[in-house]
């Protein structure tokens, strides 16, 4: 076992003798579980801040060579709500349905296995989005989804999730952290970017109609460690998504951190790191 994995198993356990202790009979004073959270939370500190120290030991200053990010959720977000664009699009189209009823076809839909392949988006992703599209509005009419699908590729359907996004992407840079996106998404991604003006902030994207691989598959984690010539153990991937973002990125050896629960901005991920914006 390295050394990293060490200081990940020690934490783990203290968390997990805390819940066992919790659930015991033992467990009936307030107070004294208040204190106990209290000294469980300083061990806990104490381990993670030991843990920093250790990589920047090793990496001078910093604790990771690599930042990985999660797109949608994290470092951009829609603009307005997907049913209410559907819905406004798909008026002239003869789409009826309210706001509310697209939500849930659209919710019913997603959730439903794909079976036309493996990966939900394959290249453009296009056959995914059509049936998604069609059952969510009730509306197969090839000129609306195609105002739809070509609208989710510009400026006008996103914006950056933090807005000094820019200004701490470039401190971490100039620190000689790179940075690369990974992201389940079609290949309208890199348009996408280059139409928000950020696709020169990073070095790599790993997207994963490219890929052929989503998350959370370690795979695509790995490309992107392999796009930008680091180990996986020296990147920190951050998204919003438990289970997609922090369980595939660790499955594939890398740090991760669940965006607006361990990070809440991105300063906040520099700082993390080591680097001052």
């Known amino acids: 076992m390295t050394v990293m994995n ?11 003798s805390l819940t066992k202790w919790c659930r015991s009979p ?7 579980a208040a204190a106990v959270v209290a000294e469980e939370h ?7 801040k030991d843990y920093a120290d250790y990589r920047r030991s090793l990496y001078g200053n910093i604790t ?20 209410q664009i559907y819905r406004t699009i798909g008026e002239k189209y ?33 056959p995914f989005w059509q049936y998604i599209v069609s059952n969510s509005t009730g509306c197969s009419d090839s000129q609306y989804f195609e105002e739809l699908y070509n609208y989710y590729m510009t400026d006008k359907a996103w914006h950056l999730c933090d807005p000094n996004t820019e200004e701490v992407f470039k401190a971490l840079r100039n620190s000689g952290v790179k940075l690369a996106v990974v992201s389940n998404f079609d290949t309208r991604l890199r348009p996408l970017l280059r139409a928000l003006n950020c696709d020169d902030w990073f070095d790599a994207v790993a997207v994963s109609a490219e890929v052929e691989a989503e998350k959370p598959n370690p795979t695509i984690f790995l490309k992107a460690c392999e796009l930008l010539d680091v180990k996986p153990e ?3 991937h951050v998204g919003d998504d438990r289970r997609n973002d922090i369980w595939g990125a660790r499955d594939a050896g890398c740090d991760a951190w669940l965006w607006g629960s361990d990070v809440h901005s991105f300063k906040e991920v520099a700082q993390r790191i080591g680097v001052q914006v």
Do not use: C
């Open 234 to 236: 020296d990147a920190v």
């Open 42 to 48: 300083q061990d806990s500190s104490t381990y993670l």
């Open 6 to 16: 060490s200081f990940r198993s020690v934490f783990t356990s203290k968390s997990k």
């Open 64 to 83: 990771h060579k690599a930042l990985l990010v999660d797109a949608v959720g994290t470092l951009v977000l829609p603009s307005q709500p997907m049913a």
């Open 94 to 126: 003869g789409v009826n349905y309210s706001e509310e009823e697209i939500l849930y076809r659209y919710r019913r839909a997603y959730s439903q296995p794909w079976g036309k392949s493996r990966l939900r988006y394959v290249n453009d992703g296009r």
């Open 26 to 32: 033992s467990y009936s004073s307030t107070s004294s």
